[in-house]
């Protein structure tokens, strides 16, 4: 069987959105509460291990016992204004996608590959970064957007990308999870799928041995990825979709 589906990770995959949009928008909801913290880059960076805002934040405050402890339906408050930053933020256009993205999603539809997102950021944090990048009609061409609390249990938890393949009426073996963290890799091997890492700087150094694939970012033609990890370790490619077939029917020799 042919390779039939590519399934997105979302924040650190298709855009960098950790450091300048998501740890933004928390702050800018902190400030509206008058809680007195702030995330800054390395401290944000080192909660991102939690997946989940809401988690991320319970995990901050038991971490901090001497600060406010805030009940859940405090964080869940917080979340939803943090969430309108964010959306505000991708509204106004300040973020683009990573390099190679927009296209590879379109080299996808050439070739008539299924496309689908699966990630633990919330449904408006996804649909404001599609739109703000690819326009309006962008959500449009996934077949399924697996997103936010949709699962009961969320990355590194397979839960999300078996909700996506069950949407996509697909087994694992017919798909590519294209992921940026340990979290997502974990996740997307749970449920079986074979998984190329675009890593960030958030996200390098994480234990990525079970990826097919390692790579600075997507590539494009004035400047190609490098491959990090896997058997082509030190080439330069521009990755597009006869590379990942090839990649990925190096997971079905196993």
């Excluded at 300048?20 to 008058?34: G, L, Y």
């Excluded at 319970?58 to 406010?68: E, I, K």
Aim: proline content about 6%.
């Amino acid at each position: 069987m042919p390779l039939r589906a590519l399934i997105f990770d979302v924040d650190g995959t298709l855009a960098d959105t950790e450091r300048d949009a998501h740890r933004v928008a928390f702050n800018r909801a902190f400030a509206e509460m008058s809680l007195p913290f702030r995330w800054d880059v390395p401290t944000y960076g080192h909660y991102l291990k939690v997946t989940g805002g809401k988690e991320r934040l319970r995990a901050f405050l038991n971490d901090h016992p001497q600060l406010p402890q805030l009940s859940d339906a405090d964080i869940a408050s917080i979340h939803r204004q943090k969430t309108g930053h964010y959306v505000e933020m991708m509204n106004a256009g300040l973020l683009p996608l990573r390099p190679g993205v927009e296209r590879l999603l379109n080299a996808a539809r050439d070739h008539g590959l299924l496309l689908a997102i699966a990630t633990t950021t919330t449904p408006a944090n996804v649909e404001s970064l599609l739109k703000s990048t690819l326009g309006a009609e962008a959500p449009q061409r996934f077949h399924t957007i697996g997103a936010g609390d949709i699962v009961p249990h969320k990355k590194p938890a397979p839960d999300i990308y078996t909700h996506v393949l069950g949407q996509l009426g697909l087994s694992a073996a017919d798909c590519l999870a294209i992921e940026d963290s340990a979290n997502g890799l974990q996740s997307a091997c749970g449920a079986g799928l074979a998984t190329v890492i675009t890593q960030t700087e958030y996200t390098q150094g994480q234990d990525f041995s079970a990826a097919l694939r390692v790579l600075d970012h997507l590539g494009e033609k004035a400047s190609p990825a490098q491959v990090l990890q896997g058997r082509s370790a030190g080439e330069r490619v521009i990755v597009d979709i006869p590379t990942l077939r090839e990649w990925w029917a190096e997971s079905r020799e196993h």
